[in-house]
């Protein structure tokens, strides 16, 4: 291409980019005085010199003459029309070639034709439009891709969603056949001894033994219930924090002088070392429902002559709880099942104690209804400790 084949109009609009292939000097420079003012005009002699400058330079609009020596006008725009689809391509032609031109009409090479002699006004009309058309099939495309794209993302939404509601489903059958498991081995144990005490040959004693029998396990049927009532309740929505002023040292020793009892069972030492402010703002019947569970299962899971430690303390505007204890620890490989509703651990109680597998679970819906985060770390064989904080937003005022 030489030095002169192109010329552009650096005032013009750099995205109404025009390009004008003839091989006559006389009508290159008439349409580029024509349109000038309007469009970023590109000049080419021939066919071979449009396709390079297309190379470098986006085009929207073509004119190109039809009779032109070496590539006339139709090849050029079946040569283009691959490569650049979007650009509109307007056909500068004689009477005389209308054959040529009907063809290029019907492998979709042109969008209109203008013989020759043009009429200004009619040409500037058809370069206008030619440009509208082009906008509109860039703005097409454009949707087009926004829709293929809006379909693939719900599509991708879809796919996760049915792997979710499957994934819940199994959990759902899981959780009925834990709960059908956990509730019919107690209920089976009371029929057994109401048969037994509903014998007039059952002595005081066994009476008595086997009543108390009854009630822990009427006790314990009962706490599986409440644990999914609350499970229900959170994943619903339908559970309320009721959160107020509560004072600190009170509650603590409130939720050790409650645990006490379990741990002096098991001759564990139960410790509290708070260092926080004199209030803090929560729900206190569900924190201490938290705590409750994190200290029952550190005296749960560990020997006696141990000792078990709720730290609270005051760090960087927010109130963390720390269980520790000197218990079995946790193999790594159990981490990720601890938060899971009824998830178990490899590691068993020291005392032949039962978990349904909620407790956790219920305690990072609750922690996390507060703004909090709950999380454990151990080492197996040496303990393990278990934390949460409350935000600084439940600071009482």
Request: hydrophobic content about 35%; glycine content about 6%.
């Amino acid at each position: 291409m030489n030095e002169h084949s192109t010329e552009i109009d650096k005032n013009s609009d750099k995205d109404n980019n025009l390009l004008i292939i003839d091989d006559e000097p006389s009508i290159l420079s008439s349409l580029r005085r024509q349109f000038r003012r309007n469009y970023q005009v590109h000049i080419a002699n021939n066919g071979k010199e449009g396709l390079e400058l297309m190379k470098i330079q986006s085009i929207q609009v073509i004119i190109s003459d039809q009779r032109m020596p070496g590539m006339n006008g139709s090849a050029f725009f079946d040569e283009v029309k691959n490569d650049y689809p979007e650009a509109t391509r307007l056909l500068l032609t004689g009477y005389a070639d209308i054959q040529s031109v009907i063809e290029a009409i019907n492998e979709g090479n042109i969008f209109r034709y203008i013989t020759k002699p043009w009429d200004p006004v009619e040409l500037d009309t058809i370069v206008r439009e030619a440009f509208e058309r082009h906008k509109l099939i860039v703005r097409n495309k454009e949707l087009v891709k926004q829709l293929q794209e809006a379909n693939k993302d719900l599509e991708n939404r879809v796919k996760a969603r049915t792997i979710e509601l499957t994934k819940l489903n199994k959990e759902k059958d899981h959780m009925i056949g834990m709960v059908a498991h956990d509730l019919r081995g107690p209920l089976g144990t009371i029929k057994m001894c109401h048969d037994v005490i509903a014998e007039d040959s059952t002595d005081t004693a066994t009476r008595k033994e086997f009543l108390k029998l009854i009630d822990e396990l009427a006790e314990k049927s009962l706490r599986l219930i409440d644990d999914l009532l609350d499970v229900s309740a959170i994943e619903t929505g339908q559970l309320v924090l009721e959160k107020k002023v509560v004072p600190l040292k009170g509650f603590l020793d409130k939720v050790i002088r409650l645990n006490r009892r379990s741990a002096e069972k098991k001759e564990i030492r139960l410790e509290l070392q708070f260092d926080g402010p004199d209030s803090w703002t929560f729900d206190p019947q569900r924190v201490e429902q938290v705590l409750d569970n994190l200290l029952s299962n550190a005296i749960k899971y560990s020997h006696k002559d141990t000792t078990v430690r709720l730290v609270v303390e005051l760090e960087e505007g927010q109130l963390y709880f720390r269980v520790f204890d000197q218990g079995q620890g946790i193999r790594e490989g159990d981490m990720d099942k601890l938060f899971s509703a009824f998830q178990k651990t490899s590691t068993l109680p020291t005392g032949s104690e039962k978990s349904n597998g909620l407790g956790l679970s219920i305690c990072k819906r609750i922690v996390a209804l507060h703004g909090g985060i709950i999380q454990a770390q151990s080492i197996f064989g040496e303990g393990s400790c278990f934390s949460f904080y409350l935000p600084e937003d439940n600071r009482a005022i």
